[in-house]
């Protein structure tokens, strides 16, 4: 797999404000993922990206991915308390293993 | 619940303590993980199950034996473990050419004293 390097490291804001996180990557992927972790919980899978495809939405979720910058987005729009959390992307490539970065921890601010 | 279970959810054990993680899934997912996450450090990828064979050791130390005895269940069986293997460890599990990400479970909260 493709670990991926989240940016910023960390995100403040406002309850009802869009966040926005970065994603780079260094080589070839089959797809692109982000995944949400709460504090001292298990990771959860939020959405995935094909290296095909530009843009997917999901609910509040907005991902894009552009395979000539090696780069990804992750957009939540309308964000709420429960958004709080670490974001990871992780590049999935011909194997299944999977290796995470060091994430972004958003802080919404109620 | 994630359809990945981990038991049990916290551990204390002493130094000398022989102790096992447990993981179970019924998601029909042939791949089966364990990642170690300690403070202020990225995952860190320990064993990976492809069905129900070991096929990769990210040199992990001997006192950390994995055991996965069909492809619904995985163990990690700890053994004189010490203070610095203090962490939260993560059971996940895939399809093991699928494109669908992975599935975690809620992590074992591990304290070694």
């Known amino acids: 797999s493709q670990q991926g390097e989240e940016d910023p490291q960390a995100l403040s804001i406002q309850e009802g404000e869009n966040a926005t996180m970065n994603c780079s990557y260094k080589t070839s992927i089959n797809n692109l993922q982000w995944y949400r972790q709460n504090s001292g919980r298990g990771l959860v899978h939020l959405i995935l990206?094909?290296?095909?495809?530009r843009e997917k939405h999901s609910g509040r979720l907005r991902v894009t991915l552009d395979t000539s910058k090696k780069s990804s987005s992750l957009l939540i729009t309308a964000s709420r308390a429960a958004d709080t959390a670490s974001y990871f992307c992780v590049g999935g490539g011909s194997n299944y293993k999977l290796t995470f970065g060091k994430g972004t921890l958003l802080t919404v601010n109620p | 619940e994630t359809g990945v279970t981990q038991t049990p959810r916290h551990l204390v054990m002493g130094m000398t303590n022989k102790k096992s993680l447990k993981c179970e899934q019924h998601l029909g997912h042939n791949a089966m993980y364990w990642y170690k996450q300690s403070a202020k450090k990225p995952l860190e990828l320990m064993f990976v199950?492809?069905?129900?064979?070991?096929?990769e050791n990210n040199s992990v130390p001997s006192r950390f034996s994995p055991e996965c005895p069909n492809s619904s269940h995985l163990f990690l069986h700890l053994h004189t473990l010490q203070p610095e293997d203090s962490a939260l460890y993560l059971c996940a599990s895939s399809q093991v050419w699928g494109a669908e990400g992975y599935t975690f479970g809620s992590g074992t909260r591990l304290t070694v004293v």
């Open positions: 199950y492809n069905f129900k064979e070991q096929t």
């Open positions: 990206i094909r290296s095909n495809e």
